[in-house]
Nanobody, 120 residues
């Protein structure tokens, strides 16, 4: 079994900063990439940022220049540093990881989600 444990959500004022963390645990053989997605009520889940095991990154246009994704391969952990937060960044943020397990091949895994609210 694989678990993705997210932390760091909460309430922040516009213009503020927040850091999300996500640690993958379980019988993991390899991780191809990890990332963050977000979802608001009535909308589809959208990509925020991803990072490969060799640290290649992608970002949604809406967060470029404000958010930074990073990873610690030794800890199977991904971080999302969010700066200059806007009310429209309010969403449930989900951690995602593409993981290889012996006997199970590659599969996509999701965290339970953490609420980020940007409001004064």
């Amino acid at each position: 079994q694989v678990q993705l444990a997210e932390s760091g959500g909460g309430l922040v004022q516009p213009g503020g900063s927040m850091r999300l963390s996500c640690a993958a645990s379980g019988r993991i053989s390899s991780i191809s990439h990890m990332g963050w997605y977000r979802q608001t009520p009535g909308k589809e889940r959208e990509l925020v940022a991803t990072i490969t095991s060799d640290s290649r990154t992608t970002y949604a246009d809406s967060v470029k220049g404000r958010f930074t994704i990073s990873n610690d391969n030794a800890k199977n952990t991904v971080y999302l540093q969010m700066n200059s937060l806007k009310p429209e960044d309010t969403a449930v943020y989900y951690c995602n990881a593409y993981i290889f397990r012996l006997g199970y091949s590659w599969n996509n895994y999701w965290g339970q989600g953490t609420q980020v609210t940007v409001s004064s």
